[in-house]
Nanobody, 125 residues
């Protein structure tokens, strides 16, 4: 079965950095569009970043553009989210998502068929 396992979350001060990782198994990773979403406390899930099969196409939410970078390593079946200049409003559970029916996953959560359990990111002021 498909498994997505996130890691790298934690507590960081505002202005700091974290790198999230998502290890995938049970799917053809090189043919899977990947995305990162987050769910702040008491709020709905929101799009953060997406990357195409090859990594040639990426997209970001306006709130993270210029601060976060999504990347992937198809040889390691992994996708990453480098988060710099973190702000308290970035505090959320961050989830990795995959879809296997499109080259690029897009921004809509319901388009992704597979999800990880999430990793908590807390940014203190």
């Amino acid at each position: 079965q498909v498994q997505l396992v996130e890691s790298g979350g934690g507590l960081v001060q505002a202005g700091g950095s974290l790198r999230l990782s998502c290890a995938a198994s049970g799917l053809t990773f090189s043919a899977s569009a990947m995305g990162w979403f987050r769910q702040p406390p008491g709020k709905e899930r929101e799009f953060v970043a997406a990357i195409s099969w090859s990594g040639g196409s990426t997209g970001y939410a306006d709130s993270v553009k210029g601060r976060f970078t999504i990347s992937r390593d198809n040889a390691k079946n992994s996708v990453y989210l480098q988060m710099n200049s973190l702000k308290p409003e970035d505090t959320a559970v961050y989830l990795c998502a995959a879809r296997t029916d499109a080259y690029y996953g897009g921004t809509r959560a319901h388009d992704y068929g597979y999800w990880g359990q999430g990793t908590q990111v807390t940014v203190s002021s």
